[in-house]
Protein backbone atom coordinates (compact mmCIF):
# COMPACT_ATOMS: atom_id res chain seq x y z
CA UNK A 1 0.00 0.00 0.00
CA UNK A 2 1.21 3.27 -1.06
CA UNK A 3 1.74 5.70 1.57
CA UNK A 4 2.82 9.99 2.09
CA UNK A 5 4.06 11.02 5.24
CA UNK A 6 4.37 15.38 5.04
CA UNK A 7 6.53 17.34 7.91
CA UNK A 8 5.27 19.53 9.45
CA UNK A 9 2.09 19.30 10.01
CA UNK A 10 2.00 23.57 9.94
CA UNK A 11 4.80 26.11 9.48
CA UNK A 12 4.71 29.85 10.52
CA UNK A 13 7.43 32.26 8.53
CA UNK A 14 8.13 35.77 8.45
CA UNK A 15 7.98 37.50 4.98
CA UNK A 16 11.68 36.19 3.28
CA UNK A 17 12.42 33.66 5.58
CA UNK A 18 12.93 30.59 3.63
CA UNK A 19 12.00 26.80 5.02
CA UNK A 20 11.53 23.28 3.24
CA UNK A 21 8.85 20.74 3.27
CA UNK A 22 9.13 17.57 3.48
CA UNK A 23 7.16 14.57 2.02
CA UNK A 24 8.21 10.95 2.97
CA UNK A 25 6.97 8.23 0.39
CA UNK A 26 6.83 4.49 0.23
CA UNK A 27 5.37 3.63 -3.18
CA UNK A 28 5.95 -0.16 -5.73
CA UNK A 29 7.24 1.38 -8.69
CA UNK A 30 6.88 4.88 -8.50
CA UNK A 31 5.03 6.60 -11.62
CA UNK A 32 5.12 10.74 -10.56
CA UNK A 33 4.63 12.40 -7.40
CA UNK A 34 2.98 15.81 -7.49
CA UNK A 35 2.71 18.68 -4.85
CA UNK A 36 -0.83 20.84 -5.35
CA UNK A 37 -1.73 23.61 -3.34
CA UNK A 38 -4.76 24.50 -1.95
CA UNK A 39 -6.23 27.56 -0.61
CA UNK A 40 -8.98 27.93 2.50
CA UNK A 41 -12.34 26.97 0.90
CA UNK A 42 -10.91 25.99 -2.43
CA UNK A 43 -9.70 22.84 -3.85
CA UNK A 44 -6.05 21.35 -4.88
CA UNK A 45 -4.64 23.37 -7.28
CA UNK A 46 -1.52 21.54 -9.32
CA UNK A 47 1.64 23.00 -8.97
CA UNK A 48 4.49 20.32 -9.54
CA UNK A 49 5.28 16.58 -10.96
CA UNK A 50 8.40 14.99 -10.61
CA UNK A 51 9.04 11.44 -12.14
CA UNK A 52 12.60 10.08 -11.33
CA UNK A 53 15.48 10.81 -8.34
CA UNK A 54 17.34 13.82 -8.82
CA UNK A 55 14.65 15.73 -10.74
CA UNK A 56 13.85 19.73 -9.68
CA UNK A 57 11.42 21.65 -10.86
CA UNK A 58 11.25 25.27 -9.81
CA UNK A 59 8.16 28.11 -10.33
CA UNK A 60 8.72 31.74 -8.88
CA UNK A 61 9.80 31.10 -5.54
CA UNK A 62 8.65 27.21 -4.93
CA UNK A 63 11.72 25.12 -5.76
CA UNK A 64 10.73 20.97 -5.55
CA UNK A 65 13.20 18.36 -5.32
CA UNK A 66 13.06 14.03 -5.53
CA UNK A 67 15.26 11.66 -4.15
CA UNK A 68 14.59 7.95 -3.86
CA UNK A 69 12.59 8.55 -0.15
CA UNK A 70 11.24 11.44 -0.15
CA UNK A 71 10.50 15.03 -1.67
CA UNK A 72 11.17 18.70 -0.94
CA UNK A 73 9.39 21.61 -1.85
CA UNK A 74 11.61 24.40 -0.70
CA UNK A 75 9.73 28.16 -0.23
CA UNK A 76 12.83 30.64 -1.23
CA UNK A 77 12.09 34.28 0.54
CA UNK A 78 7.86 33.69 1.05
CA UNK A 79 5.33 36.31 0.50
CA UNK A 80 1.96 36.05 2.37
CA UNK A 81 0.46 35.09 -0.93
CA UNK A 82 2.40 32.13 -0.66
CA UNK A 83 0.85 31.15 2.30
CA UNK A 84 -1.40 27.73 1.84
CA UNK A 85 -1.88 24.27 2.83
CA UNK A 86 0.75 22.49 0.04
CA UNK A 87 -0.04 18.96 -0.47
CA UNK A 88 2.16 16.39 -1.71
CA UNK A 89 0.77 13.13 -3.52
CA UNK A 90 2.39 10.01 -5.41
CA UNK A 91 1.05 7.42 -8.00
CA UNK A 92 2.28 3.82 -7.87
CA UNK A 93 2.59 1.38 -10.43
CA UNK A 94 -0.23 -0.57 -8.93
CA UNK A 95 -3.30 1.60 -9.40
CA UNK A 96 -4.70 4.51 -10.90
CA UNK A 97 -5.18 6.64 -8.65
CA UNK A 98 -3.02 9.21 -6.64
CA UNK A 99 -2.25 8.57 -2.53
CA UNK A 100 -2.48 12.07 -0.94
CA UNK A 101 -0.16 13.09 2.72
CA UNK A 102 -2.12 15.19 5.15
CA UNK A 103 -0.11 18.54 3.91
CA UNK A 104 1.51 21.35 5.48
CA UNK A 105 -0.03 24.59 6.36
CA UNK A 106 2.17 27.20 5.93
CA UNK A 107 1.47 30.57 6.95
CA UNK A 108 3.57 33.62 5.94
CA UNK A 109 3.88 36.64 8.19
CA UNK A 110 4.65 40.14 7.07
CA UNK B 1 -12.86 28.03 -18.66
CA UNK B 2 -15.28 26.39 -15.88
CA UNK B 3 -13.21 23.67 -15.35
CA UNK B 4 -14.44 21.35 -12.76
CA UNK B 5 -17.65 21.96 -11.59
CA UNK B 6 -19.41 20.62 -8.54
CA UNK B 7 -22.52 21.38 -7.38
CA UNK B 8 -24.07 22.20 -4.21
CA UNK B 9 -21.15 23.95 -2.14
CA UNK B 10 -22.82 23.27 0.77
CA UNK B 11 -25.50 20.82 2.22
CA UNK B 12 -26.99 19.46 5.64
CA UNK B 13 -28.23 16.42 6.49
CA UNK B 14 -30.04 14.45 8.83
CA UNK B 15 -29.03 11.51 9.38
CA UNK B 16 -30.37 8.47 7.16
CA UNK B 17 -31.22 11.11 4.04
CA UNK B 18 -30.05 10.19 1.22
CA UNK B 19 -29.11 13.03 -1.60
CA UNK B 20 -26.63 12.94 -4.61
CA UNK B 21 -23.58 15.69 -5.15
CA UNK B 22 -22.87 16.39 -8.68
CA UNK B 23 -20.00 17.04 -10.70
CA UNK B 24 -19.08 18.26 -14.68
CA UNK B 25 -16.31 19.06 -16.43
CA UNK B 26 -15.65 20.62 -19.50
CA UNK B 27 -11.97 19.57 -20.30
CA UNK B 28 -13.09 16.66 -22.18
CA UNK B 29 -10.99 14.50 -19.47
CA UNK B 30 -11.47 10.85 -19.51
CA UNK B 31 -10.90 10.22 -15.75
CA UNK B 32 -13.07 11.88 -12.88
CA UNK B 33 -12.47 10.98 -9.44
CA UNK B 34 -14.56 11.71 -5.90
CA UNK B 35 -12.42 12.47 -3.03
CA UNK B 36 -13.12 13.32 0.49
CA UNK B 37 -10.96 15.45 2.67
CA UNK B 38 -11.33 15.74 6.61
CA UNK B 39 -8.49 17.31 9.05
CA UNK B 40 -5.85 14.94 9.60
CA UNK B 41 -6.26 12.67 6.93
CA UNK B 42 -5.42 14.11 3.41
CA UNK B 43 -7.61 13.18 0.71
CA UNK B 44 -9.01 9.70 0.31
CA UNK B 45 -9.77 8.78 -2.78
CA UNK B 46 -13.58 7.09 -2.77
CA UNK B 47 -14.58 6.09 -6.43
CA UNK B 48 -13.09 7.27 -9.88
CA UNK B 49 -13.75 6.49 -13.45
CA UNK B 50 -10.93 6.18 -15.69
CA UNK B 51 -13.40 6.44 -18.57
CA UNK B 52 -17.03 6.86 -19.12
CA UNK B 53 -18.94 3.38 -18.96
CA UNK B 54 -16.13 2.31 -15.79
CA UNK B 55 -16.45 2.84 -12.33
CA UNK B 56 -14.09 1.31 -9.83
CA UNK B 57 -14.21 1.93 -6.17
CA UNK B 58 -11.42 3.58 -4.58
CA UNK B 59 -9.95 3.55 -0.74
CA UNK B 60 -13.01 4.31 1.34
CA UNK B 61 -16.12 3.51 -0.78
CA UNK B 62 -18.52 1.94 1.47
CA UNK B 63 -21.68 3.94 2.12
CA UNK B 64 -21.52 5.83 -1.46
CA UNK B 65 -22.60 4.63 -5.46
CA UNK B 66 -21.09 6.52 -8.11
CA UNK B 67 -22.46 6.82 -11.51
CA UNK B 68 -20.62 8.10 -14.74
CA UNK B 69 -23.17 9.81 -16.61
CA UNK B 70 -21.15 10.52 -19.75
CA UNK B 71 -18.28 12.11 -20.23
CA UNK B 72 -18.61 15.13 -18.75
CA UNK B 73 -20.86 14.33 -15.71
CA UNK B 74 -19.75 12.12 -12.81
CA UNK B 75 -22.24 12.01 -9.84
CA UNK B 76 -21.78 10.90 -6.10
CA UNK B 77 -24.54 9.60 -3.94
CA UNK B 78 -25.01 8.82 -0.44
CA UNK B 79 -28.21 6.53 0.13
CA UNK B 80 -28.44 6.97 3.67
CA UNK B 81 -26.48 9.31 5.17
CA UNK B 82 -24.49 8.96 8.77
CA UNK B 83 -22.90 11.62 10.78
CA UNK B 84 -19.39 9.49 9.49
CA UNK B 85 -19.86 11.34 6.21
CA UNK B 86 -19.15 14.51 7.27
CA UNK B 87 -16.74 15.88 5.12
CA UNK B 88 -15.35 18.24 2.46
CA UNK B 89 -16.00 16.41 -1.00
CA UNK B 90 -14.10 16.87 -4.20
CA UNK B 91 -14.77 15.82 -7.82
CA UNK B 92 -11.18 15.73 -9.87
CA UNK B 93 -10.72 15.21 -13.41
CA UNK B 94 -7.75 14.20 -15.33
CA UNK B 95 -6.55 13.34 -19.24
CA UNK B 96 -6.63 10.20 -18.54
CA UNK B 97 -2.95 7.93 -18.61
CA UNK B 98 0.10 7.09 -16.35
CA UNK B 99 1.52 10.37 -14.81
CA UNK B 100 -1.45 12.57 -15.38
CA UNK B 101 -2.36 15.42 -13.10
CA UNK B 102 -5.14 15.65 -11.72
CA UNK B 103 -7.61 19.04 -11.74
CA UNK B 104 -10.05 19.56 -8.39
CA UNK B 105 -13.27 21.23 -8.05
CA UNK B 106 -14.02 24.01 -5.55
CA UNK B 107 -15.22 21.23 -3.19
CA UNK B 108 -18.98 20.40 -1.68
CA UNK B 109 -18.94 20.85 2.47
CA UNK B 110 -21.45 18.36 3.79
CA UNK B 111 -22.75 18.23 7.05
CA UNK B 112 -24.71 15.29 8.69
CA UNK B 113 -26.68 15.68 11.61
Known amino acids: EDQVTQSPEALRLQEGESSSLNCSYT??????LFWYRQDPGKGPEFLFT???AGEEKEKERLKATLTKKESFLHITAPKPEDSATYLC???????????FGGGTRVLVKP | NAGVTQTPKFQVLKTGQSMTLQCAQDMNHNSMYWYRQDPGMGLRLIYY???????DKGEVPNGYNVSRLNKREFSLRLESAAPSQTSVYFCASAEGGVNEKLFFGSGTQLSVL
Open chain 1, 50 to 52: LYS
Open chain 1, 27 to 32: VSGLRG
Open chain 1, 89 to 99: AVRGAAGNKLT
Open chain 2, 49 to 55: SASEGTT
